[in-house]
């Protein structure tokens, strides 16, 4: 069982930046494709972007040119940049490895984080 643990979130201005960390047990870290979801009060959970093999990343819509994904394989952790912030990405923020099947489908992912919350202000 791999544990994913996120952390970062907190309260930022609209128009602000911040960086969420997602931290996963593991020797093989490097070839965990993980990926980030959002879930903000009531409504779905949904996908915000991935890291692949090969260094890949992809986004959603909603936050592709605002955020960038990375990942330092010598510290076994993700992170989540996240600039140009606004009220609606207002959300808990989740971390999972990615299993198989559609990347933006949350079933498709074995190991989730509890999530952490995160408020952007007007």
């Known amino acids: 069982q791999v544990q994913v643990v996120e952390s970062g979130g907190g309260l930022v201005q609209a128009g602000g930046s911040l960086r969420l960390s997602c931290a996963a047990s593991?020797?093989?870290?490097?070839?965990?494709?993980m990926g980030w979801f959002r879930q903000a009060p009531g409504k779905e959970r949904e996908f915000v972007g991935g890291s692949w093999t090969r260094g890949a990343t992809t986004y959603a819509d909603s936050v592709k040119g605002r955020f960038t994904i990375s990942r330092d394989n010598t510290k076994n952790t993700v992170y989540l940049q996240m600039n140009s912030l606004k009220p609606e990405d207002t959300a808990v923020y989740y971390c999972a490895r990615y299993s198989s099947g559609s990347t933006e489908y949350i079933g498709s992912y074995d190991s989730w984080g509890q999530g952490t919350p995160f408020t952007v202000s007007p």
């Open positions: 593991g020797r093989t870290f490097s070839t965990y494709r």
